[in-house]
Each structure stands twice: as structure tokens, then as C-alpha cells.
């Protein structure tokens, strides 16, 4: 135990005192199990927690908080732990683990789901398409609720439906304080408008409740690849195919080498490729029909876009971002696919190295654009597309080379940047949060800031400080 945070930065008798109260677990630096539950996603995270808090309901989370503030040491939060910084976890403080929350209640006749903070993507997915239900989130199924939503919650059926913060209806909190609060548009409007896209700045959300809207069992789904030296070609089709396209309609292009996975013909693993994943949020024979121009373009490689119940699309990404790997991350908002920005892409693409490397470029609009930029703290209703560029490895070898991959195709998009996705954000700085804002936003966010944490107490995050 020689290392620095093998010893323990609490005494042993607070802890101790802890624990009586506490109905989760407890989980110091020398205990079992402490090396796997300090693990985050991102596996260029390495921190150590001087204490781990699995809380296993309400009273743990305001216990954990008493505690952390008593010991005056960070308090980091984790829901799914899918932080792209790793920001679910930190060295010496506190880790308040949110994991063990999972309660889900499905009510098909109000048309909502009450929803805990450790629950994941796929864990909510289940339960509402019993219904043939389901509340809009993101591509990975085993991102965290909480961390998407708090950011904003882009996925598959967003242009439809909006972000899963257009169908937040309340949030139960814990301040810094260590006090529960309710915010909905009635109670605490204020704190309601902050949280929908400020992250967890203001305190630690325990419940969710969202509206539920229809969506499947079965949609028309799925890629279509192409040869990344096509690129420019099937990005300018795209640009103009989906111009004018329904809101059901929703495309992520992808650039990246065509992964080693059983849909995937073994003479095609390995080879740079361009996609258009597209989910259509309606019924399979309109999916049918608004699909066939995209699946009859040019000389596609792969055509993987068919039937499939929505279960399984959402799915689709998950081998491609386990947990363990290496992440890093570069992101901006464009306002269009021009000629300019299409020429860059093609240009990057075909620099790609690593087989786990990738580019996401969201399509924007629809519901999301239709909803008041006031409305909520999100930033980002009018882009056009989200770039997500992803530059990854398995271990640690090769990671360099592909962080400066990603920095490089970001900054190749320099003079198209306009705003920023905050949940794509890595550690980057008060100027980064600010542009993810805008500065009247974050101007609003600061005054909420004072009000709700004048102590900057949860700060680790996209963090907006109060002073």
C-alpha cells in the first residue's frame, strides 16, 4: 500500500460512521473489488477514489454528499460512466456510484417512465418497447441515462421526437447541500431549464420522469457502405437526398475501416469505408420506400439496411465502443454539408489507421430545430450536422498517433465550427463550455450556478463555475 492514494484521506472512524447509515457499499482503496468498480468506460482513464459509494437509493446519494462536504474532497458522479474525459471518476475524493439505481416504471397509459439514475440506455429501452414505447437516447446501449440526458440526449429517433430532454417532464436532485429538490416547468423552473443540457452542475439528478412516444417493434434500419474513395460522391447524394427528407428519417454518416463483426464479409473487415446509418422512426413499408434512393446509389459495398426490430439497431454500435478501449474524442457543430467541408472529410478519412477509429456526422433538424432555443440550456438547435471524431485504440499503443489524427480533422473544420455537442467534449476548458453554450446561456448557467452551488462543490464535469 505505498502508493499515495493507497492511504486513505478520510479517517477511518467517519467512514466507519458512514456506514451505519448506509444501505449500498462502501469501498475503500484496499478493499475487494475496488480496482474493478473504480474502472471507467474510457480505458485511458486511470483514477483513484479514496471511496467508492454505491448508493443504493435516495438516502445513500444525500448521505455520500453529507460526507464528501464534512471532508471537504471532490466529488465525482457516475450514472454509466460513458464520460468521454473519464470525468465520472476521480483521484483521492469521492466516487458517488449511481450504478446500482435501477428502477424502471413503465406507465403505458399516462404514456411515461420513471426512471433512476443508474439505469442504462438498453436497460430503458427494454422495458418501454414492451409497449412498443420508447423515450429518445443515444446509440450505445450501454451509455448511462443520466450522463446523456443531462447533456442533452441526441439519437436514433431525435428529428422525430426531439432530444431526451424535449421529453423530460421533472427530475428529482440533491443539491450540494445535500437537500432534495423537485424542478419541472411548475416547481423550480428554473433549476429545470438549467439541468436540461447543463449537465450535473447543480446537483446530483436520483429520478427522471419522461414522456413516452411510439416507436417500433420493428423499423427500417441499418448501413449501407460504400468505398471510402467514394466519398465525395455519396456525400454530395446524401446532402441532397436527405434535403427535404420526413423527420422519421435519421442518418449518421461514418467514416471508418469496416469492422471485424459476423455481418461484416471477412474480404471486407479492414478496408476504409464510408456508411449512411439511417433509422426510420415510422412504419417498415415507408421506411421501405423513402430508403430505396440511398440503397440504390452508386456501387454500394454492403447494404445492411433492412427490417429489424428496434431493439436491435439500437444496439448496433455497441462492439464498436466497448468498454476497456482507448477514447478520444474531437467535436463541433456545421451549419451545412458544403462542398468545403465534404472535401475535408474525404480528404481525413482516408488517413484513418487504426481498425477502431471513426467519424459520426450527425444529422441534425427535424423535431430538435422546431423546439425554442430558449426553451432549454441546450445549444445547438439550428446546426445543420454533429461531428463526433473519434480517434481510438485498444491499449495504449498507437493512442498518440490517433489523438493528433483527431485533432488534425478538427482543425481542418476550423472556419466551419459553430457551436459544439457539450456530451462530445473532452477536458478542454472554460472556453470550450462557453462555446457548447453560447454566452447568454452560459451567462444564465453561471447566475443558476451561484444560486444552486456557490461553492463550485460538483465541479467535476463540463464545469461551470459560479464565480
Not at 413 to 440: I, K, W
Request: overall charge negative; aromatic content about 10%; proline content about 6%.
Amino acid at each position: 500500500m505505498s502508493s499515495w492514494w493507497r492511504d486513505s484521506v478520510f479517517e477511518a472512524g467517519a467512514v466507519d460512521e458512514l456506514q451505519r447509515s448506509f444501505h449500498g457499499d462502501l469501498i475503500r482503496p484496499e478493499d475487494p473489488g475496488y480496482d474493478e468498480h473504480r474502472k471507467v468506460w474510457n480505458g485511458s482513464i486511470d483514477r483513484n477514489p479514496g471511496l467508492i459509494a454505491r448508493c443504493a437509493g435516495v438516502a445513500d446519494v444525500r448521505a455520500a454528499v453529507r460526507f464528501s462536504r464534512q471532508a471537504d474532497q471532490p466529488v465525482a458522479v457516475r450514472g454509466g460512466g460513458h464520460s468521454f474525459p473519464g470525468l465520472s471518476v476521480c483521484d483521492r475524493g469521492v466516487l458517488i456510484d449511481l450504478g446500482r439505481m435501477k428502477g424502471i416504471r413503465i406507465d403505458p397509459d399516462a404514456g411515461t417512465a420513471r426512471v433512476q439514475a443508474g439505469v442504462l440506455l438498453g436497460e430503458l429501452d427494454r422495458e418501454a418497447q414492451e409497449f412498443g414505447l420508447a423515450v429518445p437516447s443515444g446509440i450505445v446501449t450501454h451509455t448511462g441515462v443520466a450522463g446523456l440526458t443531462l447533456g442533452g440526449g441526441t439519437g436514433w429517433i431525435q428529428r422525430k421526437y426531439g432530444l431526451a430532454i424535449d421529453q423530460l417532464e421533472s427530475v428529482d436532485m440533491i443539491t450540494a447541500d445535500g437537500e432534495f429538490v423537485t424542478a419541472s416547468e411548475d416547481r423550480n423552473a428554473d433549476l429545470f431549464w438549467g439541468v436540461r443540457g447543463g449537465g450535473g452542475n447543480f446537483g446530483i439528478v436520483t429520478d427522471f420522469q419522461f414522456r413516452l412516444n411510439p416507436v417500433g417493434p420493428y423499423v427500417m434500419a441499418g448501413p449501407v457502405f460504400w468505398a471510402m474513395e467514394d466519398a465525395p460522391e455519396v456525400l454530395r447524394f446524401y446532402r441532397d437526398w436527405i434535403a427535404d427528407c420526413p423527420d422519421e428519417l435519421m442518418t449518421i454518416a461514418v467514416q471508418r475501416r469496416a469492422p471485424a463483426l459476423p455481418a461484416i464479409p471477412p474480404e471486407l473487415v479492414g478496408r476504409l469505408i464510408v456508411a449512411i446509418a439511417a433509422c426510420y422512426a415510422g412504419s417498415v413499408e415507408d421506411g421501405e420506400r423513402i430508403l430505396r434512393p440511398l440503397k440504390e446509389f452508386g456501387s454500394p459495398l454492403l447494404d445492411l439496411c433492412e427490417p429489424k426490430p428496434f431493439l436491435a439497431h439500437q444496439m448496433m454500435f455497441d462492439a464498436s465502443f466497448p468498454h476497456g478501449w482507448w477514447y478520444y474524442v474531437r467535436a463541433c457543430d456545421v451549419a451545412a454539408l458544403d462542398d468545403d467541408v465534404i472535401e475535408i472529410v474525404a480528404e481525413h478519412g482516408r488517413r484513418i489507421v487504426s481498425p477502431i477509429s471513426s467519424v459520426a456526422l450527425w444529422q441534425m433538424g427535424g423535431a430538435v430545430a422546431r423546439v425554442d432555443d430558449d426553451a432549454t440550456a441546450f445549444n445547438g438547435r439550428k446546426a445543420g450536422f454533429t461531428f463526433n471524431i473519434n480517434g481510438n485504440t485498444k491499449t495504449s499503443d498507437g493512442f498518440d498517433e490517433e489523438r493528433r489524427w483527431a485533432r488534425d480533422y478538427w482543425s481542418a473544420l476550423g472556419p466551419h465550427h459553430t457551436s459544439v455537442y457539450v456530451n462530445f467534449l473532452m477536458d478542454e476548458g472554460e472556453d470550450r463550455v462557453r462555446q457548447a453554450y453560447g454566452p447568454d446561456k452560459y451567462d444564465r448557467l453561471k447566475a443558476l450556478k451561484r444560486e444552486y452551488d456557490p461553492t463550485n462543490f460538483y465541479r467535476l464535469n463540463q464545469n461551470i463555475e459560479p464565480d
